[in-house]
């Protein structure tokens, strides 16, 4: 079975200052890759994807992340973060097949 | 358009009581989901469905039924509720081929 790793469980970090959540997974064959945002009480929200193409993919609130095949890591990363980005960060992958694997996520807090 | 609705969002089983967690989608979406979120464990699959009629097991299936008559609707019944079963359990939905998910906001269920 796949799994995904997130190895930081907990990342505190200042306001405006970057932050990179860091995701890295088994399967070496084809993946499809995905990155969820969770704000207290609620679901999941897609945040950004990887299906193909560009290796570098874009979130429309400054978010991006990095698919690197070799190293098999799709790490997600902000320049400058907001009180607003404090949530629950999950790595999610798809390998063939309609399974979805989800990393034990990453609380972001964004300090004042 | 509501998306994934899931109902109750709140519930308390007694150890070997039943229920059904309803899910139900509106945006004509083959492929449905369920998921239970553990403090620290991240999402695991529990069931999804491709289709009415099509259901296929997850990573935790063990004390959980599906059913998938129609396109909106995938419920999810507990026969025999236990303490493990405690958990917040999430329906989420996907279009064909599956990229990514919608999730619903939850039913968060307690067994004593």
């Known amino acids: 079975a796949q799994s995904v790793t997130q190895l930081d469980s907990q990342v505190p970090v200042f306001e405006e200052a970057p932050v990179e959540l860091r995701c890295n997974y088994s399967s070496s064959v084809s993946v499809y890759l995905f990155w969820y945002v969770q704000y207290p009480n609620q679901g999941l929200q897609l945040l950004l994807k990887?299906?193909?193409?560009?290796?570098l993919v874009e979130s429309i609130n400054g978010f991006e992340a990095e698919f690197n095949k070799s190293q098999t890591s799709f790490h997600l990363r902000k320049p400058s973060v907001h009180i607003s980005d404090t949530a629950e960060y999950f790595c999610?992958?798809?390998?063939?097949?309609?399974?979805?694997?989800f990393g034990t996520g990453t609380s972001l807090t964004v300090i004042p | 358009n509501a998306g994934v609705t899931q109902t109750p969002k709140f519930r308390i089983l007694k150890i070997g009581q039943s229920m059904t967690l309803q899910c139900t989608q509106d945006?004509?979406?083959?492929?449905m989901y369920w998921y239970r979120q553990d403090p620290g464990m991240g999402l695991k699959l529990i069931y999804y469905s491709v289709g009415a009629g099509i259901t296929d097991k997850g990573e935790v299936p063990n004390g959980y039924n599906v059913s998938r008559s129609t396109t909106e609707d995938f419920p999810l019944r507990l026969e025999l509720a236990a303490p493990s079963q405690t958990s917040v359990y999430f329906c989420?939905?996907?279009?064909?081929?599956?990229?990514?998910?919608?999730f619903g906001p939850g039913t968060r269920l307690t067994v004593t």
């Open positions: 990887y299906l193909s193409g560009s290796t």
């Open positions: 989420a939905s996907g279009p064909p081929g599956a990229y990514e998910q919608y």
């Open positions: 945006m004509n979406h083959n492929y």
């Open positions: 999610a992958v798809r390998p063939t097949g309609n399974q979805f694997y």
